[in-house]
């Protein structure tokens, strides 16, 4: 059975280092995912990236 790709942006959200954890206000006072990195063993927000990203394997990235 073939599984579909889900399509997500390049972000936390879609890294495998990624944990979501539930939800926090950010900057803008708006709700948004949060979670933990586990390579960078902190806190971040589902739409951050960086130089750490490794693209879970059922995610297609959105251009």
């Known amino acids: 059975m073939?599984?579909?790709k889900v399509g997500m942006p390049?972000?936390?959200i879609s890294c495998q280092n990624f944990t979501?954890?539930?939800?926090a206000i950010n900057s803008d006072s708006k709700k948004a995912k949060y979670g933990s990195c586990s390579k960078l063993n902190k806190g971040?927000?589902?739409v951050e990236v960086c130089s750490n990203y490794k693209?879970?394997?059922d995610a297609e990235l959105a251009a």
């Open 10 to 12: 390049k972000a936390c």
């Open 44 to 46: 971040v927000y589902a």
């Open 55 to 57: 693209q879970e394997p």
């Open 20 to 23: 979501c954890k539930g939800f």
């Open 2 to 4: 073939e599984i579909s």
